[in-house]
């Protein structure tokens, strides 16, 4: 978690200037230097941004203003009369500002009882199992403030180390135990990977990935609740993890849907949306049933520190809480928006559809108008009178008039043919036509 803050913001006189916040843990403290606006150019603003507010130090102007202020949990951090333009990230960190102090008190004073079992370490001659349990204890107790984030990985890190140092010592006085440890290790790092060498070959030949899936899950959970040494953990993790990765490609690596399709792609969106929708609202409902917990146990609490802690741990979740309901009511807006665009796209392929079932069908008719006009033509070529009109032809000029009169009147009788077929066909198309329609509309 950052302890240092910057912001543009205004003076007593509404004057510009940037602001750098600082948090001083060991006084409870927050240091905010100011820096005029007229005295520093862009290029310092931005070291400050970019540097000094993840760590880095840097050589202030000598115009520069410090001012501290004792940090609250409800009196401003800044000084009096000062603003910033992001009020709500100075609220945020004032939260978790106030977490950090007390999980270092917290942090302090594990440290203290774990200087007073080196004391107690240091005078004995022989294993003890009753500081081998009590070490026990101490540490379950430090596990679970880390499980409720009461304690910063640092802090915590810090405490496993220390108390590790001492387990270390207890178990040079029983190293029978340790080998015990070690043996049931090994037998639980066999027994893993048994299993995950089965689920590999069920992979290679080929089997449902759905099932491997869920059976993979299966061996994690059980992972996650078996002691091992760490070399073990390292290893069946890595087996474990690679088969996750593993069937995770093979199963959802061939999920190809058509990216051209704008209703594919705002489908795909909107599922996406539903996901991360039901994945915030459960997260929110983590929070606050943190919250709830929290607030019970600040009723049942026996120390002041741990009842301070624990309103400040409130504070942040509360404040949590609200940052992922703005969230979440931004998704559901646009959840709103997408249904709207996909009625609006679903709409759109129906007409579109409609449309191509009518061209369909107009190109069928032209198809069969075209093959009766190749069927007449057959017909034509076979009919007495059209042949009889050929030969008069050649008997001379005196009969055009009568070879005329002929030839029109097959070719008529061939047009009419061909309309009256043309008609049929055409009407009963409008008619399939239209029926469909009606389905659809149905």
């Given at each position: 978690m950052r302890t240092r803050l910057v912001f543009w913001g205004t003076n007593p006189s509404e004057e510009k200037v940037l602001l750098g916040l600082e948090l001083d843990e060991d006084n409870s403290n927050v240091d905010t230097y100011i820096f005029a606006e007229t005295a520093i150019n862009e290029d310092f603003a931005q070291q400050m941004h970019n540097s000094w507010r993840v760590g880095k130090d840097l050589l202030f102007p000598e115009s520069h203003e410090k001012k501290t202020v004792p940090l609250s949990i409800t009196s401003s951090m800044l000084p009096e009369g000062y603003?910033?333009?992001?009020?709500?990230?100075?609220?945020?960190?004032?939260?978790?500002?106030?977490?950090?102090?007390?999980?270092?008190?917290?942090?302090?004073?594990?440290?203290?009882?774990?200087?007073?079992?080196?004391?107690?370490?240091?005078?004995?001659?022989?294993?003890?199992?009753?500081?081998?349990?009590?070490?026990?204890?101490?540490?379950?107790?430090?596990?679970?403030?880390?499980?409720?984030?009461?304690?910063?990985?640092?802090?915590?890190?810090?405490?496993?180390?220390?108390?590790?140092?001492?387990?270390?010592?207890?178990?040079?006085?029983?190293?029978?135990?340790?080998?015990?440890?070690?043996?049931?290790?090994?037998?639980?790092?066999?027994?893993?990977?048994?299993?995950?060498?089965?689920?590999?070959?069920?992979?290679?030949?080929?089997?449902?990935?759905?099932?491997?899936?869920?059976?993979?899950?299966?061996?994690?959970?059980?992972?996650?609740?078996?002691?091992?040494?760490?070399?073990?953990?390292?290893?069946?993790?890595?087996?474990?993890?690679?088969?996750?990765?593993?069937?995770?490609?093979?199963?959802?690596?061939?999920?190809?849907?058509?990216?051209?399709?704008?209703?594919?792609?705002?489908?795909?969106?909107?599922?996406?949306?539903?996901?991360?929708?039901?994945?915030?609202?459960?997260?929110?409902?983590r929070d606050q049933k943190d919250l709830d917990f929290q607030k019970h146990r600040i009723e049942n609490t026996d120390g002041s520190l741990e009842a301070q802690l624990r309103e400040a741990k409130t504070k942040m979740i509360e404040e949590r809480v609200r940052s992922k309901r703005e969230k979440l009511d931004d998704m559901i807006k646009t959840r709103t928006q997408l249904e709207k665009k996909m009625q609006t796209l679903e709409a759109r392929e129906e007409e579109r559809k409609k449309r191509e079932a009518v061209k369909q069908a107009k190109e069928e008719i032209k198809e069969k108008i075209a093959e009766d006009i190749r069927k007449a033509e057959k017909e034509w070529s076979k009919d007495d009178s059209l042949q009889k009109a050929s030969e008069l032809i050649k008997d001379g000029e005196e009969k055009v008039e009568s070879v005329r009169e002929t030839v029109q009147d097959g070719l008529e009788d061939i047009i009419d043919t061909i309309k009256a077929v043309a008609f049929v066909v055409e009407s009963k198309v409008d008619d399939a036509v239209e029926q469909w329609k009606a389905s659809e509309e149905e």
């Open positions: 603003k910033v333009d992001r009020d709500d990230i100075l609220k945020r960190a004032q939260t978790e500002w106030n977490f950090v102090i007390l999980s270092a008190k917290m942090h302090k004073a594990y440290q203290s009882e774990l200087e007073e079992f080196k004391a107690r370490l240091e005078n004995l001659d022989k294993f003890d199992n009753a500081l081998w349990e009590e070490l026990k204890g101490f540490w379950s107790k430090v596990q679970e403030q880390v499980q409720e984030r009461n304690l910063f990985r640092e802090h915590a890190n810090s405490l496993r180390q220390h108390t590790n140092e001492l387990f270390a010592e207890l178990k040079k006085m029983r190293r029978q135990l340790d080998e015990e440890f070690h043996e049931m290790s090994e037998k639980h790092r066999q027994n893993f990977k048994e299993i995950l060498d089965k689920i590999e070959k069920k992979v290679d030949d080929g089997m449902s990935l759905q099932p491997l899936f869920n059976e993979l899950k299966d061996v994690q959970k059980k992972f996650r609740d078996t002691k091992f040494t760490r070399d073990h953990r390292s290893r069946v993790w890595k087996q474990l993890d690679g088969l996750f990765k593993r069937v995770k490609k093979e199963k959802f690596g061939k999920d190809a849907v058509g990216k051209g399709n704008p209703l594919e792609r705002v489908k795909r969106r909107y599922d996406g949306l539903i996901k991360a929708i039901e994945r915030m609202e459960k997260s929110i409902g």
